[in-house]
């Protein structure tokens, strides 16, 4: 008898975090082209531990998964540490909680997120953070669906971060993280034994800031760059068909308005590129069994996805998703958020508006963020109302004063 296969896990963990895999929706591709519309055939870009590409608060989550330059909070963790060095308070705490589709009544599927930073003084700041994500009780069965017992597969990511002005408009950070996947430790699939995937990574990221002058009140525009997850590959077996972290390449942009002294209007814009070599299984020169495009480091990999799509540069383009959002702040105290999301749909087909509310209340502060999908492609988080709560020790201080 046969387990659950490695495969079928990875494919399992791709649709929970929202990489679609529709090809079989399309008709049959001819020399990788659709018949119908003479356009390249679904090829979405695809890796293992996709967890760690999910969007983990609500303020960006509300933006259009926007976060690259939008102003400091304990969140940069994910987008980009080095903005952690422009950051107004010098500790702060945020924790997320994310349902994982509860429109299939799933309860027990979920991210959660907890990260904060420490400003050490006006150039220097750490940061850490941990990201944990649930799927829930899985029946393991055989080939004639047999049961072969509960498991409970869940994954983990640890990372921190050091961040530092090199002037006072630029900054630049490092990161390291380590990552634990468990999918079906202790089955036997095919007389291999399944064992956690593990695999180190290190972030790399700056973040350019610099006023402008708009109006008579406060302005900024800001740049920011990350590549996160650089690292190893993951395995579940001794296999050597290893498969790729989700390295990713990230830009983004945003411009913070200051209308007069109670109101300020953000437009922010990010682009995202996984690193990772476009499928191509169909071509295994050395016989092995494992395809081309998995058998290059990863370092060669993120080169080489810059140039390897089927369908050439345009393809190239089609890889790349976009995010904008927009931010409004009453007072700082109250904010309103809204945005929108795409991804090709050869690429995944994701597609969404966002909308979002924010409070600060002396010590706390809370974010709300609801997912609106525009395509027949269902999202994780469709209908779905997840929310983060933010810390700010240095309002016991401002108490005291």
Known sequence: MKNLTVRLLFAFSLILTGHTMFAQLQPKCIDGNNPITGERCANAVTSAVPFLRIVPDARGGAMGDVGIATSADPNGMHYNPSKLAFADKNVSISATYTPWMRNLG???????????????????????????????????????????????????????????????????????????SNLATGRIVEGNEIKPGIAGAADFSMTYKTPVKLNDYKSD????????????KITYTNSINRDYIPTNLGLGAALKLGLDDYNTLTFSTDLNKLLVPTPRPEIDDDGDGVPDYKQLSPVRGIFKSFGDAPGGFSEELKEFTVGIGTEYWYDDQFAVRMGYFFEHYSKGNRKYFSVGLGVKYNIFGLNFSYLVPTSNQRNPLDNTLRFSLLFDFEAFDAEEE
């Open 106 to 180: 799933l309860n027990e599927v979920y991210l959660a997120y907890l990260s904060g930073y420490y400003k050490i003084d006006d150039l220097q700041a750490v940061g850490a953070s941990l990201r944990y994500f649930s799927l829930g009780d899985i029946e393991f069965t055989n080939d004639q669906g047999e049961s072969l017992g509960q498991g409970r597969p869940n994954e983990f990511e640890f990372s921190g971060a050091y961040s530092r002005k090199l002037s006072e408009k630029f900054s630049a950070a490092v990161g390291a993280k380590f990552i634990y």
């Open 221 to 232: 525009f800001t740049f920011g760059a990350a590549v996160s997850n650089l690292g190893s």
